[in-house]
């Protein structure tokens, strides 16, 4: 019998053993070489093992490891200037992941409200189909039950309403809500953009409410949609925005982004982190950013979007009984199914394509965004294969029944 794992059994994971990587490409302990269109689901921004990162970590490893957030940490203020002179924000708090980037958007508004002389308004009204993450505050402000079951009360303050339906929004503001909290595009849920118009109107609820316009942005930010931010495709800007994943490009890094005013509150001793603002991440963060900023780098994701957007579209029109729909924006990008999603991920697999399954029957495709025109149409050319495979397949079985 083989021997049961000592880890929590928490994930269904692939059979599959990877060893190293470089650029889009995985290769497995025993030689064999994946696509991935996965990357960490959305972390590896710039791909496996690239030389500026690998340079930028190796560098300060070898000057400093760790240091407690009692002292200025190298790296911290230049990282957090570079994210304010490029965004909306005035003020950034760092953090280990994306959930812990959420939890800290969530006190800062609160936070806000309290100062504000609102302790009652700590609500926050967030959308169907969200993820913020798997802490207690996150799941509950996700909603979902499969992540919800079994962890005792759901944590107070969250009230959900359906993905992009104001009417729902405005009935659910009341005296005590903070602000509203929103995936641009969500993630898990399915590749679901919301509209611009969507967007902007909670900006202007916002405004008339004195409540707070929270991004998340961990999946969807830092050049993902071929914008630095998906919000800038709508015009909007928020008060506080959570980033993470592909700010880190694969190091543990996340950060909460705030105006001034929404940052008011967060006074010494109100907030803080261990491992946060690590000089670690700081190097790689900073790394991160140069080749994310250098000048047509976003010029890059959207050109490569546009062949996975009509490679994908030919796709859809060969193979109408696997796939219904295209979605997303950049190199966020989703395919959803008329067979079960894991059955293309699968059949993807056996083409050694990687891709992530998300809410709503749908397929993710996230690609590094260094990823090259010739890979994407290498990347379309398998899950055309796949495709073709369980088109075949749903024939026969029409053919049977
Ligand atoms: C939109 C979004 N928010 C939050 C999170 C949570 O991030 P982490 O897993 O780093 O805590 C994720 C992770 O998938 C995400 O996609």
């Known amino acids: 019998m083989a021997e049961a794992s000592p880890l929590y059994q928490t994930y269904m994971r692939a059979p599959l053993r990877f060893e190293r990587g470089e650029g889009v490409w995985l290769t497995t302990e025993t030689g064999e070489r994946y696509l991935d269109f996965a990357a960490g689901i959305a972390v590896n921004s710039l791909g496996h093992a690239h030389p500026h990162l690998v340079e930028a970590l190796k560098g300060q490893a070898e000057k400093l490891w760790h240091l407690s957030n009692l002292y200025d940490v190298p790296g911290q203020e230049t990282l957090a200037k570079r994210l304010t002179e490029v965004t909306f924000a005035d003020k950034v708090f760092f953090t280990n992941s994306g959930a812990e980037a959420l939890e800290c958007a969530i006190k800062t508004a609160r936070r806000y409200q ?207 009984d696997v796939i219904e729909d295209i979605r997303g924006e950049g190199l966020m990008l989703g395919i959803k199914t008329r067979i079960p999603n894991t059955e293309l991920v699968m059949a993807m697999r056996q083409e050694h394509l990687l891709a992530v399954s998300a809410g709503d029957n749908v397929i993710r495709l996230l690609p590094p965004l260094t990823t090259t025109a010739q890979e994407a149409r290498e990347g379309l050319a398998r899950i055309d294969r796949a495709a073709e495979t369980l088109q075949i397949k749903s024939a026969k079985l029409a053919a049977q029944a």
């Open 114 to 320: 309290f100062t504000k002389g609102h302790p009652e308004k700590f609500h926050i009204i967030t959308f169907e189909g969200a993820f913020h993450g798997r802490t207690l505050a996150t799941i509950a402000a996700g909603g979902q039950e499969k992540y919800l079951e079994g962890f005792g009360p759901k944590t107070p303050g969250f009230d959900q309403v359906p993905f992009g339906d104001l009417d729902a929004v405005k009935a659910a503001i009341t005296d005590a809500t903070a602000g509203i909290l929103i995936e641009p595009v969500q993630g898990e849920g399915g590749i679901r953009p919301a509209t611009n118009e969507f967007m902007r109107a909670l900006r202007t609820l916002c405004d008339e409410h004195d409540l707070l316009l929270i991004l998340d942005e961990v999946q969807s930010g830092v050049g993902r949609t071929g914008k630095l931010f998906a919000h800038e495709w709508s015009g909007i800007t928020p008060d506080i925005m959570a980033i993470a994943k592909g700010i880190g490009g694969g190091f543990p890094l996340g950060a909460c982004l705030a105006t001034d005013t929404a940052a008011y509150g967060m006074k010494a001793g109100t907030h803080g982190t261990t491992y946060g603002g690590n000089p670690l991440a700081m190097a790689v963060g900073n790394a991160v950013l140069d080749i994310i900023l250098a000048d047509g780098f976003l010029e890059h994701v959207r050109d490569v979007a546009l062949v996975f957007r009509q490679g994908l579209a030919a796709l859809k029109d060969r193979y109408p």
